[in-house]
């Protein structure tokens, strides 16, 4: 069972960044492809960005393309998610998740562990 725990939420102005972090349980970490979702009030949970296990190719929403960046830390079991020229319409509740297909990418069925969430508000 893996157990994912995010941080690095926060409020932050338009044009602002933040790091956010997933730090994962158990050791098979590096074999899992990882995911970040995000959902925004009153709307559906949307992809992000995933990484694929440990050769850790990066896939990212259009949205976010050029802005965000997916890396990972095998060694430390944790996955991040670096957000630069945030907008307001960022806001939203970012989760991590984990997917045994190691190159799983933007469904949300393709993941089988999820973490609790951290708030992210961008604001105007």
């Known amino acids: 069972q893996v157990q994912l725990v995010e941080s690095g939420g926060g409020l932050v102005q338009a044009g602002g960044s933040l790091r956010l972090s997933c730090a994962a349980s158990?050791?098979?970490?590096?074999?899992?492809?990882m995911g970040w979702f995000r959902q925004a009030p009153g709307k559906e949970r949307e992809f992000v960005a995933a990484?694929?296990?440990?050769?850790?190719?990066?896939y990212y929403a259009d949205s976010v393309k050029g802005r965000f960046t997916i890396s990972r830390d095998n060694a430390k079991n944790t996955v991040y998610l670096q957000m630069n020229s945030l907008k307001p319409e960022d806001t939203a509740v970012y989760y991590c998740?984990?997917?045994?297909?190691?190159?799983?990418?933007?469904?949300?069925?393709?993941?089988?562990?999820w973490g609790q969430g951290t708030q992210v508000t961008v604001s105007s």
């Open positions: 998740a984990a997917s045994r297909g190691r190159w799983a990418r933007g469904s949300e069925n393709e993941y089988d562990h």
């Open positions: 158990g050791r098979t970490f590096s074999t899992y492809a």
């Open positions: 990484i694929s296990w440990s050769v850790s190719v990066p």
